[in-house]
């Protein structure tokens, strides 16, 4: 029930480096090398059926030549899902650190419930804290959403707001109701 993932380029802000093209250079793509890892592990965790955890580390390494150069980019986060029958909640945590003027920490909450086999209902909760350095803001997300699968048709329907949105004043509303059908 455990899986790692372990990844590395050479030259992250490149393009096209994974594929061995041409890669952009220092002056106009800041970066150096990068590395990604991760660690999930599922069900079974200490004998709880349904319980998920996730942990991943990222970092950037910037060009120290450059005259921009604030450190290396460094990016975390950790997660836990749990699912009993048609209930699964799950919350998760990020932070962003790129060393310049904002460190960016995201708290997301969810729960979802399938009420039977063709309706189900969820709400999830989040709010992204920008620690700027002349002036924080914390950014508020929230959203609610039901779905009514039968056969080939579905209506759905989601209601989600934001606060603050990108760190800045703006707010913003959507509504939405949707009908598909497969033929």
């Avoid at 992250?12 to 061995?20: L, N």
């Avoid at 699964?88 to 932070?95: A, H, M």
């Avoid at 929230?142 to 989600?160: C, H, L, Q, R």
């Amino acid at each position: 029930g455990l899986t790692g993932r372990i990844s590395y380029s050479p030259d992250a802000g490149g393009s096209k480096a994974a594929d061995k093209a041409s890669a952009a250079s220092a002056a106009s793509a800041p970066k150096g090398s990068g590395w990604d890892v991760t660690l999930e592990a599922t069900d079974g965790i200490h004998g709880v059926a349904g319980l998920t955890v996730w942990a991943g580390m990222s970092e950037t390494a910037q060009d120290d030549t450059i005259a921009t150069y604030s450190g290396d980019v460094e990016e975390s986060t950790f997660a836990v899902k749990y699912a009993m029958g048609g209930f699964t909640v799950g919350y998760q945590w990020s932070e962003d650190d790129d060393k310049g003027s904002t460190i960016y920490t995201t708290d997301v909450y969810g729960a979802s419930f399938n009420v039977n086999d063709v309706f189900s209902v969820s709400y999830q909760y989040g709010e992204t804290e920008y620690d700027k350095t002349a002036n924080d803001v914390t950014a508020e997300f929230e959203g609610v959403s039901a779905a009514y699968n039968i056969g080939p048709m579905a209506i759905k329907f989601t209601d989600n707001s934001g606060k603050n949105m990108n760190g800045t004043t703006n707010d913003d509303d959507n509504r939405e109701l949707n009908l598909s059908m497969s033929f």
